[in-house]
Nanobody
Framework: QVQVVESGGGLVQPGGSLTLSCAASGSVANIYVMGWHRQAPGKPREVVAA???????NYADSVKGRFTISEDTVQKTAYLRLSNLKPEDTGVYYC???????????????WGQGTQVTVSS
């Protein structure tokens, strides 16, 4: 009963910036964690950043200091600000929401469709 929809991908020059958006809908009060993952061709998907319901954040070492995850609780939208982009940041970026109907039930995951980020001059 939770869905996420992404937007904001595109072509960016090295050193540039980009903001990705992830709009959540449905039972948004039951979301515990929202995160961003990325996947390059032929490589496994890796976690980039995550934010908990109470606002705690976590980042992969490769993006720490360059990327920022945030959430607008009024608009029910999570954001990922990508700054000082490098060619190795290129990949498909996915939004993810971890949720459960109650604390006593197993969690479920909602995934966005993915949005392409290409860093190239």
């Amino acid at each position: 009963q939770v869905q996420v929809v992404e937007s904001g991908g595109g072509l960016v020059q090295p050193g540039g910036s980009l903001t990705l958006s992830c709009a959540a809908s449905g039972s948004v009060a039951n979301i515990y964690v929202m995160g961003w993952h990325r996947q390059a061709p032929g490589k496994p998907r890796e976690v980039v950043a995550a934010i908990t319901k109470d606002g705690n954040t976590n980042y992969a070492d490769s993006v720490k200091g360059r990327f920022t995850i945030s959430e607008d609780t009024v608009q029910k939208t999570a954001y990922l600000r990508l700054s000082n982009l490098k060619p190795e940041d290129t990949g498909v970026y996915y939004c993810n929401a971890v949720w459960s109907p109650s604390r006593a039930e197993p969690v479920s995951e909602a995934w966005g469709q993915g949005t392409q980020v290409t860093v190239s001059s």
